[in-house]
């Protein structure tokens, strides 16, 4: 297993703060992901475990393109993966964003 961490600044929070939400589970598509609004100073921090060492410059691409998209502050966001590949990944990311803004900006 390998741990990963990547924090983002330079996003706006979240015009509300909704409950935490979780989507995908880790035996469909390999993959969950755990967004939680909290006080981070401003920042964006995604926590990632994963059973497929090695492959940081492949998260951080993921993850840059994701917040790019979505520049979102004070999320700490928490991936446990088992290999999805990096399509399954953003669109877990994108799917969990919407389920805990209601798909509001």
């Known amino acids: 297993m390998e741990s990963l961490t990547f924090e983002y600044q330079g996003g706006r929070p ?9 989507v995908g589970v880790v035996s469909s598509g390999n993959l969950e992901v755990l967004v939680e609004p909290t006080d981070l100073g401003g920042a ?3 926590e990632v475990l ?3 060492v090695g492959f940081g410059a492949i998260w951080q691409a993921v993850l840059d393109d994701f ?9 700490r966001i928490s991936i446990n993966d088992v ?23």
């Open 44 to 46: 964006c921090r995604i």
């Open 67 to 75: 917040f790019d998209r979505h520049r979102i502050a004070d999320v």
């Open 50 to 52: 994963t059973a497929a």
């Open 14 to 22: 979240l015009a509300s703060a909704p409950p935490a939400t979780l």
């Open 83 to 105: 290999g999805a590949t990096p399509a399954v990944v953003s669109l877990r990311l994108d799917q969990a964003l919407e389920a805990l803004t209601g798909g509001q900006p």
